[in-house]
């Protein structure tokens, strides 16, 4: 009975015991974002995803890191993410939109800003700079 115990407690330990520790990659790339330690901050976000892979807020993350490194195109394959994992959200949404509007595709811009005017929660007040600055923009 005791050797079966610990067969079970040994299973348990190798099965749980990685889950358990990888659990806080996300804080740890939060914390080290915010100290502005963008390459850590990545690797951390990044172990995040091999465990949580539908993390949107990871993928968020990466995707303000790579705008930091000025890495558009990986900024946006990271914004797109996002959207894939969770449509409604609004940040992602709107950085998206501004990227576009940056790369002068007023049209995609214009799009993804509707979507948000839709959607409007937390960004409303974003929306409609954005709107206002994709109208003065495409006019030029």
Same mark, same amino acid.
Not at 58 to 80: M, P
């Given at each position: 009975? +005791?050797?079966?115990?610990?067969?079970?407690? +040994?299973?348990?330990? +190798?099965?749980?015991?990685?889950?358990?520790?990888?659990?806080?990659?996300?804080?740890?790339?939060?914390?080290?974002?915010?100290?502005?330690?963008?390459?850590?901050?990545?690797?951390?976000?990044?172990?995040?995803?091999?465990?949580?892979?539908?993390?949107?807020?990871?993928?968020?993350?990466?995707?303000?890191?790579?705008?930091?490194?000025?890495?558009?195109?990986?900024?946006?394959?990271?914004?797109?993410?996002?959207?894939?994992?969770?449509?409604?959200?609004?940040?992602?949404?709107?950085?998206?939109?501004?990227?576009?509007?940056?790369?002068?595709?007023?049209?995609?811009?214009?799009?993804?800003?509707?979507?948000?005017?839709?959607?409007?929660?937390?960004?409303?007040?974003?929306?409609?700079?954005?709107? +206002?600055?994709?109208?003065?923009?495409?006019?030029?």
């Amino acid at each position: 009975m +005791i050797i079966r115990t610990l067969k079970i407690f +040994i299973f348990y330990s +190798i099965l749980i015991g990685p889950v358990l520790s990888n659990t806080n990659y996300f804080e740890e790339g939060l914390s080290l974002f915010k100290d502005k330690k963008y390459n850590q901050a990545k690797f951390k976000f990044e172990q995040d995803i091999v465990f949580n892979p539908k993390n949107e807020m990871s993928y968020l993350y990466l995707s303000k890191i790579f705008k930091n490194l000025k890495k558009k195109n990986l900024e946006e394959k990271n914004l797109k993410t996002v959207i894939l994992l969770n449509p409604k959200n609004e940040e992602a949404i709107y950085s998206l939109a501004k990227l576009k509007l940056d790369e002068s595709d007023y049209k995609k811009s214009k799009e993804l800003n509707k979507r948000l005017s839709m959607l409007c929660d937390k960004f409303c007040d974003k929306s409609i700079e954005l709107k +206002i600055e994709i109208e003065n923009l495409s006019k030029k």
